[in-house]
């Protein structure tokens, strides 16, 4: 009774997100616990505890920040927003040019005294999404000024240039989301072209000079022919046959020995070796279908332009980035860095992922009527 009551009176906002990220999070934390076995015999004497402890602390204080970021009124984002894409920028170049590596890509930036590293691609995402939310909300009446319109533009092109100097995937997810935005937000066809052109010409010219170029073009060309199957995604392919339907069950997972990163990038197949289709994959692929249903509700229910955009940018952005991991555990994409959002291991990215959440659920609070969620 008495967690029924602060539930009610303490989750504000569309109750159905909650059991969502409740649902994502206790997923985790079983198959992290699992998935992380073999890397802490290897590194830690076999003391699995750490990795998990690490994780649910990290877990925690995203869904802590989940639970801030939802109390507080969604219109003060986009006050915030241009201060983070301000910072996003000299991040990225630090970034880029003295971050720390990590399988030949510098995308980290160690945090002082804590020595806690984050990827400032994950600021960078929603800032840019907020920003450009709210630029679309403020300016509907004008949207045919090109002054504006390109504005929009440049900031896109700029920012997804930077990401993709030491990260494709992401670069290419966010410039997705930012057309998808900008095609709900009502912009003109010929500008949405421009934005392709823009982003192209830019992050072509980023792609080359930075530190992927090689490793993306090799992944599409291996991606795409018939003879070559990258060793991790042949690991995967096991996994997922071992699981099956019914799975091997909890802890069982054999492919966390050979599979490269199972608790992050490869955590899907994981899932679906231990839970199978029937109890694990396939719940999974519905609790984000399900998020972007509820997310897309937000939208239509929102009567501010900067609500409903800002909800459908971040609901698109975590989507995307779900299924991009997905698809690459079963081989419909190339292999990527992506992370299962609120599943996988990961440091500040399941705080970047409980903020955009805790927004999304700020909308829903400030625009639905409660009493029919």
Not at 8 to 21: F, P
Not at 87 to 99: E, Q, T
């Amino acid at each position: 009774m008495f967690l029924r009551d602060w539930i009610r009176t303490h989750l504000k906002g569309d109750r159905q997100i909650w059991w969502i990220v409740l649902y994502l999070s206790i997923m985790s934390v079983l198959v992290v616990y699992s998935a992380t076995g073999t890397k802490a015999f290897r590194e830690l004497d076999g003391n699995t505890e750490i990795f998990l402890l690490k994780h649910g602390s990290l877990l925690l204080i995203g869904l802590a920040c989940t639970y801030f970021a939802h109390k507080i009124n969604y219109v003060y984002y986009a006050r915030l927003s241009k201060f983070g894409l301000w910072l996003s920028i000299p991040l990225l170049l630090w970034a880029f040019f003295k971050g720390s590596t990590l399988n030949d890509a510098s995308r980290w930036v160690t945090i002082p005294i804590i020595n806690q590293t984050f990827q400032p691609s994950d600021l960078a995402k929603l800032a840019l999404i907020s920003n450009l939310a709210a630029m679309l909300a403020k300016r509907q009446r004008f949207m045919s000024d090109p002054i504006v319109l390109f504005n929009l533009i440049l900031w896109i092109g700029v920012i997804c240039s930077l990401i993709i100097l030491s990260n494709t995937s992401t670069a290419l997810l966010l410039g997705a989301t930012c057309f998808l935005l900008m095609y709900i937000g009502r912009v003109p066809v010929r500008y949405l072209g421009y934005m392709i052109a823009v982003c192209v010409v830019f992050g072509g010219i980023a792609l080359a000079a930075g530190q992927r170029f090689g490793t993306a073009s090799n992944r599409v060309k291996n991606f795409m022919s018939s003879d070559t199957i990258f060793y991790q995604v042949e690991q995967s392919y096991i996994a997922l046959a071992n699981g099956g339907l019914t799975g091997q069950g909890p802890g069982n997972s054999h492919q966390r020995n050979t599979l490269p990163n199972p608790f992050s990038d490869f955590i899907y197949a994981i899932i679906v070796e231990e839970y199978g289709l029937l109890l694990g994959g396939i719940p999974v692929i519905l609790a984000y279908l399900w998020f972007l249903w509820r997310g897309m509700k937000t939208l239509q229910k929102a009567t501010r332009p900067f609500g409903g955009l800002l909800s459908a940018g971040l609901t698109f952005s975590i989507v995307f980035q779900a299924f991009a991991s997905i698809c690459v555990a079963i081989g419909l994409a190339p292999v990527t860095g992506q992370p299962l959002p609120l599943l996988s291991m990961g440091g500040t990215s399941l705080i970047f992922t409980g903020l955009a959440i805790g927004i999304v659920l700020s909308v829903s609070r400030d625009e639905a009527d409660e009493s029919k969620i």
